[in-house]
């Protein structure tokens, strides 16, 4: 051995991620998974979405096939516009608007003090919260919730 090299820690530190970087730019890079769809393709995928807001990927996906466009149903809603819609009502704010059409029904059994069970009928009108009709029988059958369904909305 005729020379001897002195290498400090930080020189290597220092070159350390520059060789990383000179190692990976010299790879060729090659293009992994399905290639993209043409500019032109997109463009009317966008356009169509824009349009129509409300028409889904399976309507536009539809249309394009009639037009000799093959596109996955899959990558044409990547490309679509994505349009902000207007929050749905709550819960609640639907049960306020819709009270005078709904009604509650609700079939319980109690027991008597001699063991036997009765079987209770009750409808509950929401947009008058008032009782609407009730029905007690010891044994229910079709026929009889079917006859107390039309007592209490004739």
Do not use: C
Request: hydrophobic share 45%.
């Amino acid at each position: 051995m005729d020379s001897i090299a002195v290498i400090q820690p930080g020189t290597i530190v220092r070159s350390h991620p520059r060789r990383f970087w000179v190692l990976w730019r010299s790879k060729p890079r090659r293009h992994v998974g399905r290639p993209g769809i043409v500019t032109d393709i997109r463009d009317l995928i966008r356009e169509i979405s824009r349009a129509n807001p409300l028409l889904g990927a399976p309507r536009i996906h539809g249309e394009l096939l009639k037009l000799g466009i093959d596109v996955a149903q899959s990558t044409l809603a990547k490309y679509m516009l994505r349009t902000r819609r207007p929050p749905s009502q709550s819960r609640r704010t639907f049960l306020s608007n819709h009270a005078e059409a709904i009604a509650s029904i609700d079939l319980f059994v109690v027991p008597t003090i001699a063991f036997r069970m009765l079987f209770g009928f009750v409808f509950l009108h929401h947009g008058q919260r008032q009782l609407v009709h009730v029905g007690v029988t010891a044994r229910p059958t079709a026929e009889w919730i079917a006859h107390q369904i039309s007592e209490a909305f004739p």
